[in-house]
């Protein structure tokens, strides 16, 4: 079992820029696939950004390409998003969340079904 802390929220304005931070314990998630998902007051949960094992592979969703990037330090068992030039629309809940099926893989999960773990979250509110 592994559990899953987000941490790095908060409120900013828009333009601003935040990092989060996705801590682990329990368990490594050096050899899996992490995603960051977020659900906004009244929508589905969305993707935003995932990241195979070795940090070698990425995929973004279109609304946060070349303003997000995901990272990784696998020795920390920590994930990090550095959020940039944030717009009033990226406010939401964001979630980091492990793909354990994909361990040593090359290839990053993009839907909520194909992840085994999740963090309960953190705040980011972006005003305008």
């Known amino acids: 079992q592994v559990q899953l802390v987000e941490s790095g929220g908060g409120l900013v304005q828009s333009g601003g820029s935040l990092r989060l931070s996705c801590a682990a314990s329990?368990?490594?998630?050096?050899?899996?696939?992490m995603g960051w998902f977020r659900q906004a007051p009244g929508k589905e949960r969305e993707f935003v950004v995932a990241?195979?094992?070795?940090?070698?592979?990425?995929a973004y969703a279109d609304s946060v390409k070349g303003r997000f990037t995901i990272s990784r330090a696998n020795a920390k068992n920590t994930v990090y998003l550095q959020m940039n030039s944030l717009k009033p629309e990226d406010t939401a809940v964001y979630h980091c969340?492990?793909?354990?099926?994909?361990?040593?893989?090359?290839?990053?999960?993009?839907?909520?079904?194909?992840?085994?773990?999740w963090g309960q979250g953190t705040q980011v509110t972006v005003s305008s």
């Open positions: 329990g368990r490594t998630i050096s050899r899996s696939g």
């Open positions: 969340a492990a793909d354990y099926r994909r361990e040593f893989s090359p290839v990053v999960a993009a839907t909520t079904s194909e992840y085994d773990y």
């Open positions: 990241i195979s094992w070795s940090g070698s592979n990425t």
